[in-house]
């Protein structure tokens, strides 16, 4: 019935096309639909695979929810790039342009139910943690980056050691009053920005100690 819900600490995934609007400024609407389909086809088997749950899809977003783990939902948006690689192989075959994506992952509590009035109602997802996974997924633009995750999902990974994870920014991000922790997970990334990243890691992680710890101008030459 609407408003039934329930309440679950889930980890909830955003993705989202660069550069959608544009694209579709030279679009039909059967080719439209055809990447449409195209992308949601790359990236359903990855998110189910982890376990994960579609929770909607809007043309260029898609919003998935995993109960079973943050370590999930990690897997899935790396698995989702590598079958985007793929699909792109094949866009750049039929001479189309390739998909590029953003990713946010956040783990918090979340409500899933449903919504609605007399003749339509809808399986929605609701709560902070969608709202900050939305922002994260944001600020891959600011990185140039494919995958952030929050810092509530980085304290709750069970095999952090699995992947390439490196902290980006303390940030405040839109609309919230309190800073967010970000971090990248990079396994994705191209072989030889991959090696630079993990040279460049103790570095990184120095720059950091000094900025927490108030020495900003040292932080910066670091």
């Not at 192989?89 to 992952?105: C, F, K, M, N, P």
Request: contains cysteine.
């Amino acid at each position: 019935r609407s408003g039934y819900r329930v309440e679950r600490v889930m980890t909830v995934l955003i993705s989202d096309i660069r550069g959608y609007t544009t694209m579709l400024e030279d679009m039909n609407v059967y080719e439209a639909s055809n990447l449409a389909m195209g992308f949601l086809r790359a990236v359903e088997v990855p998110i189910i695979s982890c376990n994960g749950m579609i929770q909607d899809v809007r043309g260029d977003e898609i919003v998935a929810v995993f109960e079973s783990g943050p370590d999930n939902a990690v897997r899935a948006g790396l698995a989702m790039l590598r079958s985007l690689r793929e699909h792109n192989e094949e866009r750049l075959a039929l001479g189309s342009e390739e998909l590029r994506v953003g990713i946010g992952i956040n783990t918090g509590a979340v409500g899933v139910g449903l919504v609605g009035g007399v003749n339509r109602m809808v399986l929605t997802i609701i709560g902070d943690a969608v709202n900050l996974a939305a922002r994260i997924e944001s600020a891959n633009k600011r990185y140039s980056s494919s995958l952030l995750i929050s810092d509530a999902t980085y304290r709750r990974l069970a095999e952090r050691d699995q992947f390439d994870i490196r902290r980006m920014e303390r940030v405040m991000v839109v609309n919230r009053r309190r800073p967010v922790t970000i971090y990248e997970v990079y396994d994705e990334d191209p072989a030889p920005l991959r090696e630079a990243k993990r040279s460049a890691q103790p570095g990184f992680d120095e720059a950091f100690r000094l900025f927490d710890a108030g020495e900003t101008d040292q932080a910066r030459d670091a």
